[in-house]
């Protein structure tokens, strides 16, 4: 298992050449343990949203996939929808974390 700084190297080294091939490969690759957190903060930063989505997806960090999807991604009614097909419990996480910024982009969700 990797550690948190060794996703990070790999990951911006990934970054800075731009080798949007590699970051595919090492987000859909399941043989590979590294620290999710750490590579979806490292992808968002560096402005591979689309990849970190898919990370926090996989990973079911629902909270994570839906502040992407609202503060990066601006895409608020996605977000409600992702978040009304949540276990209530984990709905009602995201809705505290993020329906502020949702509510006034899509009262009517």
């Not at 550690?3 to 790999?10: C, F, K, Q, V, W």
């Not at 090492?26 to 560096?46: H, K, S, V």
Request: aromatic share 6%.
């Amino acid at each position: 298992l990797g550690n948190s700084e060794h996703t990070t190297l790999l990951l911006n080294c990934y970054t800075k050449l731009k080798d949007a091939g590699a970051l595919d490969k090492f987000i859909r690759w399941d043989g590979l343990q590294f620290d999710p957190e750490t590579a979806i903060q490292t992808l968002c930063a560096a402005g591979y949203v689309e990849h970190a989505l898919h990370l926090a997806r996989r990973h079911n960090r629902h909270l994570l996939v839906v502040a992407i999807l609202v503060q990066d991604g601006h895409k608020h009614l996605e977000a409600v929808e992702y978040m009304a097909a949540l276990p209530p419990a984990d709905a009602l996480t995201c809705v505290r974390a993020v329906g502020a910024n949702v509510m006034p982009v899509e009262p009517a969700a």
